[in-house]
T-cell receptor
């Protein structure tokens, strides 16, 4: 089945530093990837849609200069949290679509970010 | 935009019993309805999905039903097992974006 790999699984960083999270589709090509954020015991909130070779589309309220998304190839998207602050601490999850729109969406195992 | 409501927020059942989780959606144009299972510290795993041209779909102990008129869909788990314990999310979409429900924490007691 379709596998989405996310790295790192957890990271601790100091305030003011930047952190990069990678999302890879291992056995399929993904023209579209999605980044979600999840707070404890809450649902998944879509942050942005990442399209290969073009700029990401951000959801309302998500700062594009703070959460930089790059989708340079059909199998890799990255999310960089810039100048991280404690309030950015969260569980970040990427997902990738296996085929055309409305085909199954597969998720990575998430990255637990803690900003101290 | 689409809004998805999910009930109940928590559900406890005895092993072997059935569990039912219900979701309602607001956008009548939504046509794809997946269900995800999320275990602690992991990403959501797709367990079953249904499209708007189908009323019911079954995969072993898991089934999903869809009522387009009422705009609601349900997840049914039969013969529950302790390893079914997790948080379950429903979702709906008509475009590229999935809108998730608020989640149901299912606990199956042995």
């Amino acid at each position: 089945g379709a596998v989405v790999s996310q790295h790192p699984s957890w990271v601790i960083c100091k305030s003011g530093t930047s952190v990069k999270i990678e999302c890879r589709s291992l056995d399929f090509q993904a023209t579209t990837m999605f980044w979600y954020r999840q707070f404890p015991k809450q649902s998944l909130m879509l942050m942005a849609t990442s399209n290969e070779g073009s700029k990401a589309t951000y959801e309302q309220g998500v700062e594009k200069d703070k959460f930089l998304i790059n989708h340079a190839s059909l199998t890799l998207s990255t999310l960089t949290v810039t100048s991280a602050h404690p309030e950015d601490s969260s569980f970040y999850i990427c997902s990738a679509r296996e085929g055309a729109y409305n085909s199954p969406l597969h998720f990575g195992n998430g990255t637990r970010l803690t900003v101290t | 935009g689409e809004n998805v409501e999910q009930h109940p927020s928590t559900l406890s059942v005895q092993e072997g019993d059935s569990a039912v989780i219900k979701c309602t959606y607001s956008d009548s144009a939504s046509n794809y309805f997946p269900w995800y299972k999320q275990e602690l510290g992991k990403g959501p795993q797709l367990i079953i999905d249904i499209r708007s041209n189908v009323g019911e779909k079954k995969d072993q102990r898991i089934a999903v039903t869809l009522n387009k008129t009422a705009k609601h869909f349900s997840l049914h788990i039969t013969e529950t097992q302790p390893e079914d314990s997790a948080v379950y999310f429903c979702a709906a979409s008509r475009t590229d974006k999935l809108i998730f429900g608020t989640g149901t924490r299912l606990q199956v007691f042995p």
